[in-house]
C-alpha cells in the first residue's frame, strides 16, 4: 500500500483545514489507518484511528471533539477534519496503515505516507 497525504497548509488559530490520505492497491479496505503528527524536537504523536469499515474511532484527548476521521473505501481515501485549530496543533502530519488494528502505537502501523505541514498562526 502506498499512502499520499495532502491537505496542509497555513491557517489561523480557530479556524479549519482538511487532511486526505489516499491510498493505491485494491485491499485498502483491509488496512486500518491512523493520522500520526510531528512537530519539531518532538516525537511523533498519535492523532486518530480509524477501523476497516470505519465503524470505530478513536482519538488523542487534546483532539477529541475537534478533530473527525472518516473514510471512503471506494475512493481508497481517509479524512481527516481538522476544527477549532490551535496553535499547538502545528505539525508534520502522516498517514499510516496497520494490517491489524486501529491502534494509537505508531509501532504498529506497516505503511506510512509522506507527511503534510499544517501550520496554525495564533
Known amino acids: 500500500v502506498q499512502l499520499q497525504a495532502s491537505g496542509g497548509g497555513l491557517v489561523q488559530a480557530g479556524g479549519s483545514l482538511g487532511l486526505s490520505c489516499a491510498a493505491s492497491?485494491?485491499?485498502?479496505?483491509?488496512?486500518?489507518v491512523g493520522w500520526f503528527r510531528q512537530a519539531p524536537g518532538k516525537e511523533r504523536e498519535f492523532v486518530a484511528a480509524i477501523t476497516r469499515n470505519g465503524g470505530g474511532t478513536y482519538y488523542a484527548e487534546s483532539v477529541k471533539g475537534r478533530f473527525t476521521i472518516s473514510r471512503d473505501n471506494a475512493k481508497n481515501t481517509v479524512y481527516l477534519r481538522m476544527n477549532s485549530l490551535k496553535s499547538e496543533d502545528t505539525a508534520v502530519y502522516y498517514c499510516a496503515a496497520a494490517r491489524n488494528f486501529a491502534d494509537t502505537s505508531p509501532r504498529e502501523y506497516d505503511y506510512w505516507g509522506q507527511g503534510t505541514q499544517v501550520t496554525v498562526s495564533s
Open positions: 492497491g485494491r485491499t485498502f479496505s483491509m488496512y486500518a
